[in-house]
């Protein structure tokens, strides 16, 4: 089957052609060329590297498939089911990824941009399946959805995903309720201390309102993109691997077993907080 997400660039470029066409009519300062090109160029080395690895996942989801609890087929209700499960394992997993800096290392890539546009959503990571994000969703062939039916829906909220990146749609009314809008994501990719780690849904925003995680955009606060400490670069390589490098040194530089595992396993901003804890507590 053709990989639905290759077929949409054609798309993906004309659409964010239009997006700047449009900012610039707007008189809006919502592109920058190096961010682009940047995000462009972590676009392309996702593609490239997907080619070479979506055969290693879907042999994955064939082999623990082997072992389905139930045999599920391709009825019309199994797509539906499908569809909320999915989009679950992408709740699960993106929230962790905010909250493990293993995770983390891969996924920052998609928050270094300090624009929030079209071309911000194919920032994407070069490591995300070399780093086993695949895990996440291997409950669905256990439990007997088709190997297939998996990919295709993962790439179904991928596409949905890559429109709400942009500041050219404020709201979508009552929808706002049950999916994620631009307005949503906005406050995901805010720094904002009242933002962080807010808002990690894929298609449906109702797994943030059930778990208390949503936070609606405020207009009287509008986000911050990027980083809390942005990394000054559009270099693709060091957007890439700047974090796995960092964890590199902090391992270098840990002196227990408990600091090791904090330092790939903790927060991602648990050096930070063990400072600020040790800190205190020498004052005290």
Known sequence: MPNLIQLAIPGFLLLLLLEAIAAWWMDRDLFELKDTAASLAMGIGNVIIGFATELLVFGFYTFVHRFA????????????????????????????SHECRFFWASHVVHHSSQRYNLGTALRQTWTGRLSFAFIFWLWLPLIGFQPMMIVTMQAVSLLYQFWIHTELIRSLGPLEAVFNTPSHHRVHHGSNLRYLDRNHAGTLIIWDRLFGTFEPEDMAEPPVYGLTKNIQTFNPVRIAFHEWIDIGRDLSAAHTWRERWYSVFGRPGWKYEHAQSSATASAD
């Open 69 to 96: 609890v139930f045999h599920i087929g391709y009825q019309w209700w199994a797509w539906i089911a499908l569809f909320f499960a999915d989009d679950f394992s992408y709740y699960v997993f993106h929230r962790t």
